[in-house]
């Protein structure tokens, strides 16, 4: 499974969750 941030950056969810510690990701959107 892969995630948007709002950034646009895909990422995997375990990828996604290091996204979030490092900054305050906001609206995300599952794209796989």
Partial sequence: MLVRTADGREVSVGGWQAYLE???AEYV????
Avoid: G, H, Q
Avoid at 29 to 32: A, G, H, L, N, P
């Fill in 29 to 32: 959107e599952v794209i796989s």
């Fill in 22 to 24: 490092d900054v305050e």
